[in-house]
């Protein structure tokens, strides 16, 4: 192993490459690209390299890159493409495609505003969009994890009990373009933690149909199966974890990160680089004596309900921290939040941060102040920042 500085950018593409590498005994890899800010660097260093097996194809737009990828896996190839914000709203038919088909491919999205107006910086509802489109997804909240969530997809995606895309999540800007020491594992120990992808619906010289015409009772049974696959990626993805922490020697979190939950009264739930600040924050509430915690959320397809419901058993205040927006609701991670907390704790929605706004101790702060002194929860509030 080595240690780098790289952006998050970077490192989601170095985790590929050496994924990439990985299958180059069997049928390589391949995928298609398209740039789109800001993940245009992980593209590019992509780009960059020359493959022993495979290639890079540069195509018009995100729709066909996705496209690109889904044939490649087809075909038996490893694959991943990255894109953001309107980017990936533009590829979403073959999002879905892509899952429906049950193609294992991992994508890196750079979360960002989805616009007009047009804002390059971060949001996550870009991701939230495609929550029902049979993808797992992971939001990361540091550049290590970032290219170690991307490993470990790879083997959880082509997982034969799975068989499932997965989208690794990044804050744009905040991680996307910030340098951090990271730890790039040899070659040969990504080898071993990568067999080679057998799918076992690879197109070869023998025919066969690829998304033919279902009739209703068809879409129940591969309904059905997509849903039981999703229903299984929890007891997989720890034994991947498993596998990682004992071919790379660090463990990935799991689907919820607790912090100084053990006691806690109150509880902040939020994804991505907030948790940190939430942290600090959550510190200087104990060195007062309140019993604050926090939860991360890093899993958020399937949605971790069970691990959820345990963590926030003993908690009486609760705010939930939404870097996105449903209009007309509130935020997006809060009515599934709601389903998992104590029927008779109070529960608060903020939206913070929407827009790439910095995201303060200040104003998390705020938030837990507002939080100790109310009586009953109102409608979820935009909490104004910078």
Not at 30 to 58: A, D, M, S
Not at 203 to 221: A, R, S, Y
Request: proline fraction near 6%; aromatic fraction near 6%; hydrophobic fraction near 40%.
């Amino acid at each position: 192993m080595s240690m780098e500085l790289l952006s998050a950018n970077h490192a989601a593409a170095t985790a590929t490459i050496l994924a990439g590498e990985a299958n180059r005994d069997a049928r390589g890899f391949g995928c298609g690209v398209y740039p789109i800010t800001p993940q245009t660097e992980c593209i590019e260093k992509l780009c960059r390299h020359e493959f022993t097996k495979g290639e890079v194809v540069r195509v018009e737009s995100e729709h066909s890159a996705m496209a690109v990828c889904m044939g490649f896996v087809l075909s038996g190839a490893r694959s991943f493409t990255a894109s953001a914000s309107n980017g990936l709203a533009y590829m979403v038919e073959n999002v879905y495609n892509v899952a429906l088909y049950r193609v294992p491919m991992v994508m890196m999205a750079a979360n960002r505003t989805l616009g007009p107006p047009w804002n390059i910086w971060v949001d996550h509802g870009d991701a939230l969009l495609l929550r029902d489109s049979g993808w797992i997804q992971f939001f990361c909240e540091d550049n290590q994890e970032v290219l170690d969530t991307t490993l470990l997809a790879y083997r959880l995606a082509e997982d034969h009990r799975i068989l499932l895309p997965v989208l690794v999540n990044q804050d744009a800007f905040v991680l996307s373009h910030t340098m951090m020491q990271t730890d790039v594992p040899d070659q040969a120990l990504v080898d071993a933690f990568l067999p080679d992808l057998d799918l076992p619906h690879r197109i070869t010289d023998v025919p066969v149909t690829i998304g033919g015409l279902d009739f209703p009772h068809e879409t129940e049974v591969h309904r059905r199966q997509h849903a039981e696959a999703m229903d299984r990626v929890p007891d997989v993805l720890a034994e991947c974890e498993d596998a990682f922490e004992d071919i790379f020697g660090r463990r990935l979190p799991g689907p919820i990160v607790p912090y100084r939950m053990e006691d806690a009264e109150m509880c902040l739930i939020s994804m991505g680089t907030t948790a940190s600040t939430v942290r600090e924050v959550v510190d200087r509430e104990r060195e007062k004596g309140r019993r604050v915690g926090s939860l991360r959320l890093r899993m958020f397809r399937p949605f971790p309900i069970a691990p959820m419901q345990q963590a926030l058993a003993q908690c009486t205040r609760i705010g939930v921290l939404d870097r996105n927006i449903s209009l007309g609701l509130g935020g997006i991670t809060w009515p599934e939040i709601m389903a998992t907390v104590p029927r008779d704790a109070l529960v608060q929605n903020y939206m913070i941060g929407l827009g790439g706004g910095d995201i303060r101790p200040q104003d998390i702060q705020g938030i837990v102040d507002d939080l100790w002194k109310r009586e009953q929860s109102e409608s979820p509030k935009i909490v104004e920042v910078g």
